[in-house]
C-alpha cells in the first residue's frame, strides 16, 4: 500500500512533501495597503463570490510553520518567506472578505500546501526587513522613525518594492490578518487534457489566531512590469495604510463559504 496526503507517494509515506493539517503558523509580516483601478481588479475576482472595492493588501511574510513540532528541529523544513496579494470585495450580503489572487513563495513545502488549500502559489524570492527585539541600529527597533523595506523578484525579476517608516502610533491588522480570505483550487486532468479545470473556490478554516499588536507605517509601494506576471495589471493608485507586527494562526482545513 502506499501512503501520504501529498505526492510522493510511497510505503512509509515519509516522503510526502506535505502531511495533513493542522497547520501552524507564527510570523513577522509588513502588510501595505493599496487602492487600485476597480475593473481591473474584479478582472481578478470571481464574480460569484462577490464585487472588487479597489482595494488590497500585499503582505511581505517571514513564516515559521509545523504540524507536530518536529519541523521546528529541521528548520529547513518549517521556514520560508512569501509576498502575499490579496484584493478586497463585498459578499452578496454586503460582508467584506478578500479574495488571492496572486502569491509566491520560496519553498516547495508552503506552494503545495497552499495550492490545495486555495492559495495559488509560485515561486518568487521575497524579501524583507525584520525587527529585532534589540535598541540597535541594525534591529530596526519597533519605535517611530524606524525604516523597513520589502522586495518580491519572480524568475529574476524585481515586481514589487515596498518601503515603510513607522509612525510610532498602534496600528490594525489588514488583508488576511483582518478578514476571511478565498482562493481558488483547481488541477487540470492530463486524461482530459481539452477540458479546463474545475475551479472551487475555498477559504482557509482559521483557529487560535495570536498577535494583535500592530506597528502602524507609512507606506510607498510600487508595481513593476515583467514579460509573464499580471501584479502590474490592477494599475496601483496609491497606498491607503500600513503595518508591522508578528501573527500566529492554525489552519484546520477549508471550506466553500
Not at 163 to 179: D, M, S, V
Not at 180 to 188: A, D, K, Q
Not at 213 to 224: D, G, N, S, Y
Request: glycine share 10%.
Amino acid at each position: 500500500m502506499l501512503r501520504g496526503f501529498t505526492p510522493p507517494f510511497t510505503p512509509r509515506g515519509l516522503a510526502s512533501l506535505v502531511p495533513p493539517p493542522p497547520w501552524h503558523y507564527a510570523g513577522w509580516l509588513l502588510s501595505v495597503e493599496f487602492e487600485c483601478d476597480r475593473d481591473r481588479a474584479a478582472g481578478f475576482v470571481p464574480a460569484s463570490l462577490g464585487v472588487a472595492s479597489g482595494r488590497g493588501t500585499v503582505h511581505f511574510a517571514d513564516w515559521q510553520a509545523t504540524t507536530d513540532g518536529s519541523e521546528l528541529l529541521d528548520p529547513i523544513q518549517s521556514q520560508y518567506r512569501e509576498t502575499i496579494v490579496v484584493l478586497e470585495l463585498a459578499r452578496p450580503d454586503g460582508s467584506p472578505v478578500n479574495f488571492c489572487p496572486l502569491i509566491y513563495v520560496d519553498q516547495d513545502v508552503s506552494l503545495l500546501r497552499g495550492q490545495i488549500n486555495g492559495w495559488p502559489k509560485k515561486l518568487g524570492s521575497t524579501w524583507l526587513t525584520r525587527s529585532l527585539p534589540l535598541d540597535h541600529p541594525a534591529a530596526a527597533p519597533l519605535r517611530e522613525g524606524t525604516k523597513l523595506g520589502a522586495t518580491l523578484a519572480v524568475k529574476d525579476r524585481r515586481l514589487v518594492e515596498a518601503r515603510l517608516e513607522l509612525t510610532g502610533r498602534p496600528g490594525e491588522a489588514l488583508g488576511f490578518a483582518a478578514r476571511p480570505t478565498f482562493g481558488t483550487v483547481g488541477f487540470p486532468d492530463l486524461t482530459r487534457p481539452d477540458h479546463m479545470p474545475e475551479l472551487r473556490h475555498l477559504r482557509s478554516v482559521v483557529t487560535g489566531r495570536v498577535g494583535d499588536a500592530w506597528h502602524e507605517a507609512r507606506a510607498e509601494l510600487v508595481f513593476l512590469e515583467t514579460p509573464r506576471e499580471e501584479l502590474a495589471d490592477l494599475r496601483l493608485r496609491g497606498v491607503t495604510r500600513a503595518s508591522a507586527g508578528w501573527m500566529g494562526m492554525t489552519i484546520t482545513g477549508a471550506a466553500e463559504s
